[in-house]
């Protein structure tokens, strides 16, 4: 190798290798540099192909020059002399140049003698210096310092023999060209993930005397159909959104989903011989085709059908928030109008605004009235229903018309409000002060200056809630009733109270901290986990009642739900965060497709597709597109999220009448 590189340089004379001496150095060259002057006006696009055509050479022979030469051996990082004076000059820059703008001959050959001494010393394994070096340069990427003798006019970089190191400008375009590849790749496929996501959203429309009233819950091809074949009101509302995110939007069949289960809330709920509450909204219902009557009639659950027998508490605050996000999107001001829909709204409100036995301003529930709707402990007080009941509550409270007995109601909401948002921020909240507080309580204090009012026992305190809590972080609790506190964390309702406002700006912060801070436990593999931790052993079949289907790190047991992604998406973005959104769907991104889209993962970071998990869920399906089209237009999130209201984070205070 160290022959032809000697070569090349043998061949100056009749390259323009290097520049011209100005004119006024010129008397100072012999006659024997006529003919270097005589090629000065040369261009160096044949230096470019000559030096190139070496560059190709010698990169095909690093390996042989590796086993030959000592010097490479001795020194990994730094090539023959030769070489590394061709390549290393042509990296000098300009300023070098000006400084030397002259060079004589003689330089040149006491450089290539001194190449050739060097060559033939290394075979005796001698490594020899030159004499003098005129200048240090230190190459880009090593330690090393490197003498040249000569210097050459900067020229197009050549590609870089990997024994020298790695020109940095030639690795930033490597580098850019990997990410822009990286990138490509990944929009290509979000775009086709996109573009299947449609696809099958559309093929699971449910249609009734032609008109789409709503989406099948699965569509798997290779299962039992069981309830999956029904249209559910929490299973649409991803569904809804992704027709109202769409540009342009396509509202028509969440116009005639809310006036269908709007519909079906006026019949009679019966189960055995218990009547239900008016305002109860069904939990699904499917069409169905009378072949007798030659037409299609409409059947609903209302809760009798359901594992459990338990009715859906959170159909009805679903219904009102859909209907506020679709008078957002779409100004349709005259359906919220209606005097049906406004009946609807009274009705709901009223079941959870009546008076009773409570000194609580949550709203008491059976456990599995909720998506978690199996036997799973969160009877009681769930966070879930609490956040879903603030949103319906402030969503209500903005489309009820203040006519007849809506002015009373409007008064009545006004008060739930600013006692349910001062209960839930006070008693539900938990960072790493608080627990230390509960870690300190006393027990059994009476009067109202009692510092534990729920007298809740520090010993009940799991051992695990102490290492997953961080210092910088926090979350709104599972639970919070007398002397019991379910310390288990929800994703849905910690990110309804970010998009209600019933968590505070500091809590919503704190809120993704800990979802950042204990990213593997809460998003793992596949984003994610619906409750956290899993209950197992003695306690799991305490609670759950040995139920196969919430084994531990399974369904609703620690298991992880791709819907939620849409949850955690608008969460992000109302708190400032999407980088968290991006993440997240870039890891469902990975797997989703490739999996069929299944309803849940199991597995503590969330690995394996669901034990009993469907196929082509359809809310998997549209978690997704509502989370793509939030982070692509984050105008999106108004449909879905309230601001925070300045009269409830500070209520007027009132003089008392005795004072």
Request: one cysteine or more; glycine letters at 6%.
């Amino acid at each position: 190798m160290t022959k032809k590189l000697r070569d090349l340089l043998h061949d100056a004379k009749e390259v323009d290798i290097f520049p011209p001496p100005a004119p006024a150095h010129t008397s100072g060259y012999s006659a024997v540099d006529e003919d270097m002057v005589e090629q000065e006006n040369m261009s160096h696009k044949e230096f470019m192909s000559a030096a190139s055509s070496l560059a190709g050479k010698n990169s095909s022979s690093v390996d042989e020059a590796t086993a030959a030469d000592p010097l490479v051996e001795i020194q990994p990082n730094v090539t023959s002399s030769t070489e590394f004076i061709v390549i290393e000059t042509l990296r000098t820059t300009e300023e070098s140049k000006e400084k030397d703008d002259s060079l004589s001959l003689e330089d040149v050959k006491s450089s290539v003698a001194w190449t050739k001494e060097s060559s033939e010393s290394s075979q005796n394994g001698e490594i020899l210096k030159p004499e003098k070096a005129k200048k240090t340069v230190r190459l880009q990427g090593h330690e090393n310092n490197v003498t040249e003798n000569v210097i050459l006019p900067k020229a197009l970089p050549l590609k870089p023999c990997p024994s020298v190191g790695t020109n940095l400008e030639a690795f930033d375009l490597a580098l850019r060209s990997i990410v822009g590849n990286h990138q490509e790749n990944g929009e290509s496929t979000g775009a086709a993930m996109m573009e299947e996501a449609w696809e099958r959203l559309k093929k699971s429309y449910v249609y009734f005397k032609g008109k789409p009233v709503g989406t099948f819950a699965a569509m798997d091809p290779n299962a039992e159909a069981l309830n999956y074949n029904q249209v559910f009101v929490r299973d649409f509302v991803p569904t809804a959104l992704a027709c109202l995110m769409i540009e342009p939007a396509e509202p028509e069949i969440v116009k005639n989903f809310l006036l269908k289960t709007l519909h079906l809330q006026g019949w009679e709920k019966r189960i055995d011989n218990f009547t239900l509450g008016e305002g109860v909204m069904p939990a699904s219902f499917k069409v169905l085709f009378n072949s007798h009557q030659q037409k299609e009639t409409l059947v609903a659950d209302f809760g009798g059908s359901a594992i459990g027998r338990v009715a859906p508490v959170d159909s009805g605050f679903w219904w009102i928030i859909l209907l506020r996000s679709y008078t957002k999107c779409t100004r349709d001001y005259a359906l919220v109008e209606l005097p049906e829909v406004q009946r609807g709204m009274k009705l709901i409100l009223n079941l959870c605004l009546s008076d009773g036995f409570d000194t609580f301003p949550t709203l008491l529930c059976a456990d599995g009235c909720s998506m978690i709707d199996r036997r799973m402990g969160i009877y009681g007080y769930p966070i879930e229903i609490q956040s879903l009941f603030y949103f319906a509550l402030r969503g209500a409270r903005q489309m009820l018309k203040p006519e007849r007995d809506g002015k009373e109601l409007i008064e009545r909401i006004d008060k739930r409000i600013t006692a349910l948002s001062y209960h839930i921020q006070k008693y539900y909240w938990l960072d790493f002060t608080q627990l230390n507080n509960i870690y300190r309580y006393k027990t059994e204090e009476y009067s109202h200056t009692a510092v534990n009012k729920f007298n809740v026992i520090p010993d009940s305190i799991p051992d695990w809630v102490f290492d997953f809590m961080p210092l910088r972080g926090g979350y709104l609790i599972g639970n919070v009733s007398p002397a019991r506190m379910d310390f288990r964390w929800f994703l849905v309702g910690n990110c309804i109270a970010i998009l209600s406002s019933l968590a505070t700006p500091a809590q919503a912060t704190a809120i993704m901290d800990l979802i950042e801070e204990r990213w593997e436990d809460l998003i793992g593999e596949m984003p994610l986990k619906i409750s956290y931790p899993a209950l197992d052993g003695h306690e799991w079949r305490i609670v759950t009642g040995y139920d196969p289907k919430n084994t531990r790190w399974s369904y609703h047991n620690g298991g992880s739900w791709p819907v939620l992604l849409w949850l955690l998406t608008a969460a992000s973005i109302k708190t400032g965060r999407p980088q968290i959104a991006k993440r997240a769907i870039e890891l469902a991104e990975q797997r989703l497709s490739k999996d069929g889209w299944p309803e849940y993962y199991d597995g503590k970071t969330g690995r394996y597709v669901g034990k009993q998990a469907r196929k082509y869920q359809t809310w998997s399906i549209a978690g997704y597109l509502v989370a793509k089209m939030m982070v692509e237009n984050p105008s999106n999130l108004l449909m879905i999220s309230l601001e925070e209201d300045k009269k409830i984070a500070k209520p007027r205070l009132s003089r008392s009448a005795s004072f």
